[in-house]
């Protein structure tokens, strides 16, 4: 993480800003529905948070219940490994999982290859592809354990696109990590 900070601002000379680390757009509802207290942003990331999370929690229980009808197999042997470990350490794996690949994957990986391509949707695509795939590496996931990782991962991709704010994206991540330690 802090080598990819040091590239940003060294190398590319540029801000944080441009890999997400910036207050979340405006949540559409919360413009008409909550009013202005005097926080800023913070209403924002925390409402953003919410549609994020709910979000992840819906799609991967409805592909949890898919892939229990299909007899398909889910990663629940690596959660019950993290758990396993102690509250600790999956509260600092959980965490540290989501900081880092939320900067990496959606923060800097959208942002480059969006300004490459021209197209934030291609650069969506892209970044969540990767995503999964490097789930993929080693023994720790079969295929459709790997395809599984990826559907939070979507659900992830969607919210950096309509929010444009790591912050949010990493506080959703994180969180999600967590509780599905914790749920075994």
Do not use: K
Request: with cysteine; net charge negative; glycine share 14%.
């Amino acid at each position: 993480m802090a080598a990819l900070v040091g590239f940003v601002l060294g190398v590319e000379r540029r801000p944080l800003s441009s890999i997400g680390v910036r207050p979340p757009r405006e949540l559409p509802v919360v413009g008409g529905v909550v009013p202005d207290l005097g926080v800023g942003p913070l209403v924002g990331v925390l409402g953003w948070s919410v549609v994020g999370f709910v979000g992840t929690v819906v799609l991967t229980t409805g592909v949890y219940r898919l892939y229990g009808r299909f007899e398909l197999e889910t990663p629940e042997g690596f959660v019950e490994e993290q758990a396993g470990r102690g509250p600790v350490s999956y509260l600092i794996t959980g965490v540290s999982a989501g900081v880092v690949e939320s900067v990496l994957y959606q923060g800097y990986l959208i942002g480059r290859v969006a300004e490459l391509s021209g197209s934030v949707a291609i650069a969506a695509v892209f970044a969540w592809l990767v995503f999964t795939a490097v789930h993929s590496v080693g023994d720790t996931f079969g295929l459709a354990e790997t395809v599984y990782i990826g559907v939070p991962g979507l659900a992830i991709v969607l919210l950096y696109v309509a929010c444009e704010s790591v912050v949010v994206v990493c506080l959703v991540h994180a969180v999600v990590n967590v509780l599905s330690f914790q749920s075994e």
